[in-house]
């Protein structure tokens, strides 16, 4: 069916999912992260960028947050920007693991595959892979000024999230030893997992989440900056990823109750894809026994359900000025 949606239903479609989940109550912070368990659990922000650039911001969207795992979906396409969508899927692959991000039992489980650039097994496999080989230092900046160029703006270490996940990290010791064990770690051990630990402390706002959303809803085409970021054919398998694996052993359950391709991170966010459509990212701190933020989830599904959209829904979506 053909349907078009102005673009003012969408600002009001945000604006009142937002005053509705405000006050929702439930989950609780990180607290395996040190840092995170401090930050103030009321924070709460939606964005929605469109892909001729429109920004709709509601609440805390220029909050700076550990952007933790969503963090992977940058460096998996950085990975396939210079080995191709091929060479990821052969050094790393494009399974679900159907198991938590963190989980060693999904590394042993899938005969020494990490599976996907989106858990913490494949994302370090992932900053392994980043180029120059052996060089630290260009390696963080090839994965800073990457997420930039997704972002139109730059990401900011938060110093405080780096130390406090640094001294804490130790299952990631365990899961970075394992593949190189298995030869899925393409470049030294520390380094790669430092790189893993220290992208997964920049600090990110919703705003900036929202236009890396509609950079890929895009085809790699930054709505804002109005620069191509990638070759269009990465979006199709970046998407993918994250429809199959975006919520870890709760994937199936979100996209079928919200019909958006979307990716979750232990700080809060959670970025989502509407492909053809738009980028949307919501932020607040308490999450669930998975790991994923109660209110993120909930504001874009409410969102996503007053639009009557879905990405299988099997609609011709047109968004049309007012
Ligand atoms: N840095 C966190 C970790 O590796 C990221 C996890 C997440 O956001 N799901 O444990």
Redesign the pocket.
């Known amino acids: 069916m053909e349907k078009e949606i102005k673009i003012s239903e969408i600002k009001n479609a945000a604006r009142e999912s937002f005053e509705e989940v405000k006050g929702l109550q439930g989950g609780k912070n990180?607290d395996?992260?040190p840092y995170l368990a401090n930050i103030d659990s009321n924070l709460f922000g939606l964005s929605v960028t469109l892909l001729d650039g429109t920004c709709f911001n509601f609440g805390d969207t220029e909050y700076k947050f550990?952007i933790?795992?969503?963090s992977k979906v940058p460096t998996a396409i950085l990975a396939m920007i210079q080995h191709t969508p091929k060479g990821v899927l052969e050094k790393i692959g494009a399974d679900a693991t159907g198991l938590p991000?963190?989980s060693i039992f999904a590394l042993l489980l899938e005969n020494d595959h990490p599976s996907t650039p989106l858990v913490?097994a494949g994302?370090i496999a992932a900053c392994s892979m980043v180029a120059p080989q052996g060089d630290s230092r260009d390696k963080w900046k090839a994965i800073t000024e990457n997420i930039t160029e997704l972002c139109g703006s730059a990401p900011e270490l938060i110093d405080e999230l780096y130390e406090s996940?640094t001294a804490t990290?130790f299952?990631?010791h365990a899961i970075a030893w394992l593949l190189k064990n298995y030869n899925r770690i393409y470049d030294n051990v520390d380094m790669s997992l430092d790189l893993?630990?220290r992208q997964?402390?920049l600090g990110i706002t919703c705003s900036q989440l929202a236009i890396m959303g509609a950079t890929i809803a895009n085809g790699g085409f930054n709505p804002v900056t109005k620069k191509q970021t990638f070759e269009k054919e990465i979006a199709p398998k970046i998407t993918s990823m994250i429809a199959s694996v975006g919520f870890?052993q709760h994937t199936g359950d979100w996209l079928y109750t919200s019909g958006i391709p979307a990716k979750?991170?232990?700080?809060g966010g959670v970025m989502g894809i509407m492909p053809g459509l738009f980028g949307i990212a919501a932020f607040a701190p308490p999450l669930d026994e998975a790991?994923n933020s109660v209110k993120a989830q909930a504001v874009i599904k409410s969102f996503m359900n007053k639009l009557d959209l879905g990405i299988f829904n099997g609609d011709k979506v047109k968004i049309i000025p007012d």
Do not use: D, K, L, P
């Not at 979750?264 to 700080?267: F, I, L, Q, S």
């Open positions: 990180a395996y992260i550990g933790e795992s969503v991000f963190n913490n994302a996940e990290n299952n990631n893993y630990t997964c402390s870890y979750t991170g232990v700080g790991g």
